[in-house]
């Protein structure tokens, strides 16, 4: 269905009746993230609702850099919940769409029952967990460099993008990249929202504790993150704090161990933390 919201037309699953459960994907995905988690909490009892982000899939595609930030995304999502009549919701994030349900926890804490974040820790997290986060992150610097970053990336059919998305839909992110506007759109939330001290270790704008329950789910496989930068956001929740390790699994989470994550949403969804 397509929402209105923000000034901006979004493409959003809504399916199911019951506790709203919203879903954020990240870069360089689209809703479709979610596709084997959709029917099976709707099938569960739960409201499920899941945008494109502003920048990807079939959502519009502003031209700005600024237009990416996480406070102005977090407008979209809260104005997407308003125009479909969802007061609260269970917010679950993979990636860029952990960044952005840490960020609505903490910003808007009265429309947010519980927190998943998957892959991402607390931005504080993040800042924190030393070199061998800031070497996994290479290619956040690289991204911010425009035109370069896209050149890069298109270069021998995407071989770059195919090499770090190995695990994850490569097919479709090709296929939704290679449309007009839409690279530069996806790239621009690193632009918009990753500085360059953060490469000097000099930390980010200190952010508050999230007072909510959360559950933080860290793959071994992941390429770009470490454990550290998740375990270690359990010094910034004042709810309670679930963490789930699964080995042998990459980055795309949703996809890679779909069935495995539906069971850890479903029992922290039922839970009485």
């Known amino acids: 269905m397509r929402v209105e919201a923000n000034g901006l037309t979004f493409q959003v ?3 199911g009746a019951g506790p709203a459960v919203l879903l954020l994907h990240g870069f360089p995905d689209s809703s479709a993230l979610w596709r084997h988690q959709v029917p099976a909490l709707a099938e569960a009892g739960y409201r ?11 959502s519009d595609k502003p031209a700005e850099v600024k237009a990416y930030g996480l406070v102005t995304v977090a407008g979209d999502v809260l104005g997407i919940l308003d125009r479909l009549g969802v007061e609260r919701a269970s917010v679950v994030g993979h990636d860029w769409g952990a960044a952005l349900a840490w960020l609505l926890a903490m910003m808007v804490p009265d429309r947010v029952d519980r927190l998943a974040a998957l892959s991402v820790g ?9 070199w061998e986060q800031r070497q996994r992150s290479w290619y956040m610097l690289f991204f911010l460099f425009e035109g370069v970053a896209e050149e890069g ?6 071989r770059l993008l195919r090499e770090m998305a190995a ?6 992110y090709v296929a939704d990249l290679a449309r007009p506007g839409a690279l530069t759109a996806a790239l621009n939330w690193y632009r918009a929202n990753i500085r360059p001290e953060t490469f ?3 930390g980010g704008t200190p952010t508050p504790p999230v007072d ?21 956001s359990a010094a910034y929740v004042q709810g309670s704090w679930r963490y789930e390790r699964l080995d042998g699994i990459g980055h795309w989470i949703p996809v890679e161990a779909p069935d495995r994550l539906t069971e850890l949403l479903l029992e922290f969804l039922r839970s009485d933390a």
């Not at 494109?52 to 899939?57: A, I, N, S, T």
Request: proline share 5%; hydrophobic share 40%.
């Open 200 to 202: 000097a270790g000099l």
């Open 48 to 58: 499920v609702i899941a945008p494109d982000l502003r920048g990807f899939g079939e």
């Open 13 to 15: 699953v809504d399916e």
């Open 167 to 172: 695990g994850g839909d490569v097919d479709r």
């Open 212 to 232: 909510r329950p959360v559950l933080g789910v860290w793959s071994s496989g992941d390429m770009f993150l470490t454990e550290e930068q998740m375990t270690g």
């Open 153 to 158: 990336l298109r270069y021998d059919d995407w």
């Open 122 to 130: 607390h931005p504080a997290g993040f800042f924190t967990a030393g």
